[in-house]
């Protein structure tokens, strides 16, 4: 059984990975276009991408929050719908997950 102290410490690691990202992908975003009209339609395509890819990080950041919050008030590891304990199985792949197995599906 892994500890929730190392439980926080892989959510902050991956919470300072997600904002950096969001950040460059914020950058990119602000850049000024191309004169050029096939480059800027390029760039267009490249930034449906990035807002895409950011809309997914900005998703996991939000649940990684929302997980370090029930770290602080001593509620992680267990299922925010049903109360029951929360594997460690799943916690292993979804360290930031809210629901037991049960309760996600």
């Given amino acids: 059984m892994i500890p929730v102290s190392e439980r926080k410490a892989q959510l902050e690691a991956r919470k300072a990975e997600l904002e950096t990202s969001l950040d460059r992908i914020e950058n990119t975003l602000d850049e000024t276009p191309n004169a050029d009209a096939e480059e800027r339609a390029t760039e267009r395509e490249g930034d449906e991408v990035l807002e895409g890819l950011g809309a997914v990080e900005l998703r996991e950041l939000t649940m990684i929050r929302a997980a370090l919050k029930r770290i602080e008030a001593g ?29 996600a599906t």
């Fill in 75 to 103: 509620e992680y590891g267990y299922c925010t719908k049903c109360g029951e304990q929360v594997s460690e199985e799943r916690l292993d792949l979804l360290p930031y997950t809210p629901f037991c197995r049960k309760c």
